[in-house]
């Protein structure tokens, strides 16, 4: 099993092809495994849909998007950026909106130091928690943000196959904004 770290940097256009893929093969596992078929998974119209969804998280302002880059292969993608959901304060909690790592990498710690990754960006900006979903059928998933510290917040909206996106919080608390305290300021 390798272990060795992968270089985290900055998405750009060049990469898409890459993550789309990367992608599609790792919802393609873990959907697989909750019960859904092959053809609502690797159709080309949803390829379609999730490039182009790449495409807007890479160009756009409000997403940052890490490539995870092993012997000059993406083998993990992150994309963090403020909170979808209008009950979540963007002023104090940021969103991982998706942290995919290619199936035959799993268990080599690329997906915590994305993870880690996540975490300086919300201490980054002074954020004292985070969100994230998860579909109700990944427990891979589920039990890898449970390992690094996230619990289920009680929301929960409609996914693929009769099954659940469960909102995750992380709670960081006053440690994430050392330079407030610091400074002597009231939060």
Request: net charge positive.
């Amino acid at each position: 099993m390798t272990t060795s770290r992968a270089l985290l940097r900055s998405a750009g256009p060049d990469d898409l092809d890459q993550i789309t893929a990367l992608h599609t093969q790792a919802r393609t596992a873990y959907y697989r495994a909750g019960g859904l078929p092959d053809a609502e998974l690797t159709s080309p119209e949803a390829c379609s849909r999730r490039r182009e969804m790449w495409l807007r998280a890479i160009k756009g302002d409000t997403r940052l998007v890490l490539c995870a880059v092993r012997e000059g292969e993406t083998v993990g993608v992150l994309a963090m950026g403020p909170p979808l959901d209008a009950d979540v304060d963007p002023a104090a909690v940021g969103q991982l909106h998706q942290i995919h790592v290619r199936p035959g990498c799993w268990g080599q710690g690329i997906g915590s130091q994305l993870h880690a990754a996540f975490v300086r960006y919300l201490r980054d900006a002074s954020l004292t928690a985070g969100v994230l979903e998860a579909w109700e059928r990944n427990r891979r998933a589920q039990a890898f943000y449970a390992r690094h510290g996230w619990q289920p917040d009680g929301h929960h909206r409609a996914g693929p196959g009769d099954a659940n996106y469960v909102r995750m919080r992380l709670d960081l608390g006053p440690a994430a904004r050392p330079e407030r305290l610091r400074a002597g300021s009231r939060g």
